[in-house]
C-alpha cells in the first residue's frame, strides 16, 4: 500500500491489508460501466457504515479532502451567511479561508495549537450562526476535538445551525457516528486512516441540511444538486455529470470492505492500541509529547524536538536509513515538532517498535 502523507510511517516490509492496491491494478471499466455503477452503490452503502449514518446523500467526491472542504461552503454557506470555526491548528485556518472565499461572515474563535476546539467558546462566539464548524482530529497538531459535545451543545442551543466536522485524519481510525452525534456535513479524504491513494473525499449530509443547500452555488465542479443525479442510481436513471475516477473508486470499495470485515471497532481499537504503545515509548525515551493530554489522537502523535537536536536532520537520517517518513511540525512547530503517523495498516505494534528503536538510535537515547 502506498503511503501518502508525510506525517505517515513508511511502509516496511509487509503490508497485511493491500487490497485497496491490488484494486488499483484491477482492468479499468467505463464509468457507465453497470459493474462499475454497481461498485458505486456498494462505496457509498460502505461509506454510511463507516461514518455511522444513513444519510441518503453520502458520497466519495473526487477530489482530494479539501475538495470536501469547498464542497462544504459552497453548498451550504450562502454569502453573508454567519459561520463560527473552531481554529487550533493549520486546517481550521484553511476552513476560515475557505468558507471566507465563499462569502460566508467568519466568526473565527482561536484557540492554542496542541488544544482541542473548547465548545463553550464556539457557542459564545455568536448568538445565531448559521453553521459551526470545527476539525475532529488536527493533523497540524496531533489534537482530537469533542465534535460530539460541540454538536449536542449546538444543536441544544439553536435548532438552525448546522454543524460541519473535518474527519479527515478521524474517519477509519478513531470513532466517528455522524448520526448519533448529530453531525450536518462532514467530510474526510481517502489517504489518511482509511489506507487509500490521495484522490477522494467521503462526503455525507443530513436531511436537514439538503433542505437548507444553496440552490446555485457558485461553483459548477461542487454543486451537490447535479453530482447527486449521477451519484444516486436510487431513482433509476443516472445522469452524467463528470467522468468518476474509476479506479480509485474500486479502490476505496476494497478498503471500505476490508475495514468492515475486519469490524469497526476492532480497527478504531487497533488504531488506539498502536498509539497508546507509541506515547507510552516516546516517554520512556524522555520526549514531550506535544498535543494536550486527554485530547491526543493515536494516529497522529506530535512530540516535540530535544533541545539542541537537528529536527530536519533527524527526519533525513528516519527516512534515508531506516525508510521511515515522520512529518515536521507545522508552522510556528516546523521545526520544534514531529509528526509521527499510525495511520491505517501503520497502526500496528510492530510500526511503533520500528520507529521507537529508530529513533533511539539516531538520538542515542
Ligand atoms: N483537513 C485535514 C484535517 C487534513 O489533515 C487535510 C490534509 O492533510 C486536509 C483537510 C486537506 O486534505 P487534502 O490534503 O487531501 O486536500
Request: aromatic residues 6%; charged residues 20%.
Amino acid at each position: 500500500m502506498p503511503l501518502l502523507d508525510r506525517a505517515l510511517l513508511g511502509p516496511g516490509p509487509s503490508n497485511p491489508y493491500p487490497e485497496a492496491t491490488l484494486a488499483l491494478a484491477a482492468p479499468l471499466l467505463g464509468h457507465l460501466d453497470p459493474e462499475f455503477l454497481r461498485t458505486l452503490d456498494s462505496t457509498c452503502a460502505r461509506l454510511r457504515r463507516v461514518w455511522g449514518t444513513e444519510n441518503a446523500r453520502t458520497l466519495p467526491l473526487s477530489g482530494t479532502g479539501s475538495i470536501g472542504m469547498e464542497a462544504a461552503f459552497a453548498n451550504f454557506a450562502r454569502p453573508g451567511d454567519v459561520v463560527v470555526v473552531g481554529v487550533n491548528g493549520l486546517f481550521g485556518e484553511r476552513m476560515v479561508d475557505v468558507a471566507g472565499r465563499y462569502g460566508a461572515e467568519v466568526v473565527r474563535v482561536d484557540h492554542d495549537w496542541g488544544r482541542p476546539v473548547d465548545t463553550q467558546r464556539l457557542l459564545d462566539a455568536h448568538p445565531e450562526p448559521s453553521m459551526v464548524a470545527a476539525v475532529h482530529a488536527e493533523t497540524s497538531t496531533g489534537v482530537r476535538s469533542d465534535i460530539k459535545e460541540l454538536a449536542r451543545a449546538v444543536h441544544a442551543r439553536d435548532q438552525r445551525a448546522l454543524v460541519l466536522a473535518d474527519c479527515v485524519t478521524s474517519l477509519g481510525g478513531i470513532e466517528v457516528d455522524i448520526d448519533s452525534w448529530g453531525v450536518d456535513i462532514a467530510y474526510s479524504g481517502t489517504q489518511k486512516c482509511l489506507g487509500v491513494a490521495p484522490g477522494l473525499a467521503p462526503f455525507t449530509v443530513s436531511e436537514r441540511a439538503w433542505d437548507r443547500r444553496v440552490q446555485r452555488p457558485p461553483t459548477w465542479y461542487l454543486d451537490l444538486n447535479l453530482i447527486g443525479a449521477y451519484v444516486d442510481g436510487s431513482s433509476g436513471g443516472r445522469t452524467y455529470h463528470h467522468t468518476a475516477p474509476v479506479a480509485m473508486i474500486a479502490s476505496l470499495d476494497a478498503a471500505l470492505g476490508r475495514i468492515l470485515d475486519e469490524g469497526l471497532e476492532a480497527v478504531h481499537e487497533r488504531h488506539h492500541a498502536a498509539g497508546r504503545l507509541l506515547h507510552e515509548g516516546l516517554v520512556d525515551l524522555g520526549l514531550e509529547l506535544f498535543a494536550a493530554e486527554g485530547h491526543r489522537l493515536p494516529e497522529l502523535t506530535t512530540v516535540r524536538v530535544p533541545e539542541g537536536v537537528d529536527s530536519a536532520k533527524v527526519r533525513q537520517v528516519l527516512l534515508t536509513e531506516y525508510g521511515i517518513e515522520i512529518g515536521a511540525g507545522v508552522g510556528a512547530f516546523a521545526s520544534s515538532v514531529w509528526r509521527i503517523g499510525l495511520m491505517g495498516h501503520n497502526a500496528r505494534p510492530d510500526r511503533v517498535a520500528l520507529v521507537l528503536g529508530a529513533l533511539r538510535a539516531v538520538l542515542g537515547r
